[in-house]
């Protein structure tokens, strides 16, 4: 059964480049790949060039906080380290 | 492996979510989203006409979760279509559900007699109908100045349809509501597609869910919901923004304590005093802030963008008003920037809680010529000139004022 879920969830992640024939393409930029890996398990790219360019440093290390402490991202620090650096430098304000 | 919400797989079937999102692959997209001027550059980047299924184009903002707005075409009727209406939903997993299989639990600690409702039982109280707005907290959240995060909504994040359902009074009654009942709550069968993340459900007072047009809506316009309006049935809180409206409804549950959990007491909040407002959700209000509740009083210019390019001589510019459910008592123009306002012709009436349509008949000069709206509603409120800024950029009412270009 946890193989099938597994599989199943396997195609749920893979499913949103597909779901929209135009993806969103994030800046090529270091971080990108830890935020394409972490972010869209559970939402579209689109949230984040939809909130830029004016969220100021401290306001997209609010935006990952609240995703890892309220929302239960599985994040590990490092990464999280890298996607808010990621966004401070691609889709800050 | 992350802890994936294995509640849908269990409770409906995995193919039929592939199958939704097969269903999804097969988008049209349009080109040329008509954004609302003054939302953030970037949501130009994402933001396009895309199709989900029994649907017309939408605005996608996103695709996951669903958050997709209506074009100011699609608002030019007080009632809008099925296909046409917006689609807004917080949590990623969202499961088509069988009519024939689907049930709605009564309880709580506050009623004696918890019950299971089908869609046919459902259907056997009495058959009440209402045409009320259906308004995200966040609509114009895009227009705010400066901008804050979240969805970045133009114009459209909302609609207005007959809706037709069962009391929430008469199921609560049903279920014997006890007096010390102090909100009810409402679950849907949507939810979060990590087990951390809290689910999405909302209580309202018990004297709101008690009114007697709160319902439980299984026909919108006369038909079905569509899916990606809370098909089989859906919360119907007249004059109150739509995180209140909870889609595809599987609980009910009265309460003799406050609802908790992130989406009442940390979302959907806005500060204490700085909106007109009279309904109020006093179980949940805190020294600072307050459950956002009804909508403020509104009005938006549909016949024309922005800009528009019109023939010098007679013009109608036409539009909707709405509030919180007291019922739009007039809508003012002004064509000199706010000086002088002349009354606009109001439309049909479909009741308190519905878009009120309203024209206004102008001479337009070559050139620039503006034009202002501002809505009354029966208890003297209006909308305002300046912005009230609040964080997550709730009730935006501010006077549209927009030019009209002679040539």
Redesign the interface.
């Known amino acids: 059964m946890n193989k099938?879920?597994?599989a199943?969830?396997a195609?749920?992640i893979a499913?949103?480049a597909?779901?929209?024939?135009?993806p969103?393409a994030l800046k090529k930029a270091p971080g990108m790949e830890a935020v394409e890996a972490n972010c869209?398990?559970?939402?579209?790219l689109?949230?984040?060039?939809?909130?830029?360019?004016?969220?100021k440093p401290a306001?997209w290390d609010a935006?990952v906080g609240k995703m890892i402490k309220?929302?239960?991202?599985?994040i590990d620090d490092a990464d999280a380290k890298k996607i808010t650096d990621y966004l401070k430098a691609n889709?800050g304000? | 492996m992350i802890p994936i919400n294995r509640r849908h797989f269990l409770g409906t079937s995995a193919a039929a979510s592939v199958a939704l999102l097969g269903g999804m692959n097969r988008f049209a997209l349009a080109a040329g989203a008509n954004l609302s001027p003054g939302v953030p550059a970037g949501v130009g980047s994402i933001a396009s006409m895309a199709t989900l299924p029994g649907k017309k184009p939408l605005i996608m903002l996103a695709d996951r979760p669903p958050n997709y707005e209506a074009p100011l075409e699609y608002l030019r009727t007080p009632i809008t279509p099925n296909d046409q209406f917006f689609v807004r939903y917080h949590l990623a997993d969202i499961p088509e559900i069988d009519a024939k299989t689907y049930k709605i639990k009564v309880g709580g600690d506050g009623a004696a007699s918890p019950l299971e409702l089908t869609l046919d039982d459902l259907k056997k109280f009495p058959a009440v109908e209402v045409v009320a707005v259906n308004q995200c907290s966040g609509n114009r959240r895009g227009l705010s100045n400066p901008h804050v995060a979240g969805v970045e909504w133009g114009y459209g994040a909302m609609g207005c349809a007959r809706w037709k359902g069962a009391r929430v009074k008469d199921i609560l009654e049903k279920a014997g509501i006890k007096k010390d009942t102090i909100e009810v709550a409402f679950d849907g069968a949507d939810g979060p597609v990590v087990d951390k993340t809290p689910d999405f459900i909302k209580s309202i007072p018990a004297w709101k869910a008690l009114d007697e047009s709160t319902l439980i809506a299984y026909e919108m316009n006369g038909q079905p919901l569509p899916h990606f309006n809370g098909f089989p049935a859906r919360l119907i809180v007249p004059g109150w923004t739509g995180t209140y409206w909870m889609k595809h409804v599987v609980s009910i549950n009265a309460l003799t304590k406050p609802l908790g959990g992130f989406w009442m007491t940390a979302a959907y909040r806005v500060p204490l005093g700085k909106f007109p407002l009279i309904a109020r959700f006093v179980s949940q209000e805190t020294a600072v802030n307050t459950p956002i509740t009804e909508m403020v009083v509104n009005s938006l210019i549909t016949s024309h963008r922005d800009g528009a390019k019109v023939k010098p001589g007679k013009v109608t510019v036409s539009g909707m008003a709405w509030d919180g459910g007291y019922g739009i008592s007039s809508v003012q123009v002004s064509t000199d920037g706010g000086k002088v306002w002349t009354a606009a012709k109001l439309g049909q009436d479909l009741g308190r809680y519905a878009l009120r349509p309203w024209s206004f008949e102008l001479t337009a000069r070559k050139g620039k010529n503006t034009v202002m709206v501002n809505a009354t509603n029966k208890l003297g409120q209006g909308q305002t000139s300046e912005l009230i800024f609040n964080p997550a950029g709730y009730h935006n009412n501010v006077m549209q004022n927009i030019a009209l270009v002679g040539a």
């Open positions: 099938l879920i597994f199943i969830l195609a749920l499913a949103p597909a779901a929209d024939d135009k969103v869209q398990a559970c939402h579209s689109a949230y984040i060039p939809m909130n830029s360019p004016f969220l306001a935006e309220v929302m239960g991202a599985p889709y304000g």
